[in-house]
């Protein structure tokens, strides 16, 4: 039976995160909180908007309503990458090779790891950020489609269009599609794969009755899980037109409680998934067989997070209650 570490906080937790062995939370005040021998904090923004873990340096990456793009490591060390005065920064996305990239309003900014900094403009307020899996090209998801950027060259981007806000973006971990969330209740996705001068395809993935905000690949590439209904809903990408044609698996289906976080296992596939009740539960992609790793909370999940073995599990709430499920017991 799992066992569960719990941790308290006062607020909102944005993300969640393993830096090595040790499990951070970052809240929407700006504090960064680690389970590390006792809980320990680091202050990181005066007010935190978004954090993703950079798996290149195994560090967090997070932006600010203060205009700071900061690093933070493991032992709580909080390093500045950029500030810009008055601007809130509301994306940041991590590269390669300690490369990040970070945004507010319509632009994005490509920072490698010599410092060195490439802007890219866009015609709209830019709503998604995310690198291709080798760090070459930056996706810029904003209303109306998603610009591919490269990030060493001038050159002009490519554009990928579909009508609509786009409001989140990810490559597969195999660079063969691009995935958005949508305004609406849908993901929209793109073949990156096809041959110079082929008509781009198009994959509508609909049916949500809520709006997605959370989508995890698993670690093979070949699932996309994704929240936005009483299920974990999630596609399959392993056949050369991924799901186009195909129904999504559901897992850990609840009669009317949505989910609203979803978290790929690292080494199975497997998904752990978030409820709006606080729940926590794991499933597996092959036979739908669940495991309860935590019951109902304070708030909704906010944050998920597995360890680099995949043998515990960091879950955080809107309502400030955190803890690490160790899944062996």
């Avoid at 005066?46 to 873990?53: M, N, R």
Wanted: charged share 20%; glycine share 12%.
């Amino acid at each position: 039976m799992p066992t569960v570490a719990h941790l308290d906080l006062s607020g909102h937790v944005v993300r969640a995160a393993f830096l090595g062995d040790i499990p951070v939370f970052a809240d929407a005040g700006g504090l960064i909180h680690r389970l590390d021998h006792g809980h320990r904090t680091s202050e990181a923004h005066d007010g935190l908007l978004t954090a993703v873990h950079d798996p290149s340096t195994d560090t967090l990456v997070t932006g600010g309503e203060d205009g700071k793009v900061m690093r933070i490591a493991a032992d709580g060390t909080v390093t500045p990458l950029a500030e810009v005065p008055r601007k809130w920064i509301t994306q940041v996305a991590a590269g390669p090779q300690g490369a990040v990239a970070y945004s507010y309003g319509k632009s994005a900014f490509v920072r490698q790891k010599d410092g060195k900094t490439a802007e890219f403009g866009e015609e709209r307020t830019i709503e998604g950020l995310a690198f291709a899996p080798k760090g070459l090209r930056i996706a810029c998801a904003r209303y109306n489609g998603v610009s591919l950027h490269w990030v060493a060259t001038s050159g002009k981007p490519q554009v990928l269009e579909w009508k609509g806000a786009h409001t989140g973006v990810t490559f597969s971990p195999d660079n063969r599609f691009l995935v958005t969330t949508m305004q609406e209740n849908a993901m929209h996705g793109w073949k990156l794969d096809g041959k110079p001068g082929d008509e781009m395809r198009h994959m509508r993935m609909t049916g949500y009755p809520a709006k997605v905000k959370s989508f995890s690949w698993s670690h093979k590439g070949k699932w996309l899980a994704s929240s936005g209904a009483p299920a974990a809903i999630v596609w399959p990408f392993s056949a050369k037109d991924g799901p186009m044609g195909k129904a999504p698996l559901e897992l850990g289906t609840r009669a009317d409680i949505m989910v609203t976080e979803v978290c790929c296992h690292p080494v199975e596939d497997v998904v752990a998934i978030g409820y709006q009740d606080g729940m926590v539960l794991a499933a597996r992609f092959g036979d739908a067989k669940e495991v309860l790793l935590r019951r109902p909370g304070k708030g909704a999940i906010s944050a998920l997070a597995w360890s680099r073995d995949g043998r515990r599990l960091a879950f955080a709430s809107a309502a400030g209650d955190c803890g690490v499920v160790d899944i062996a017991g």
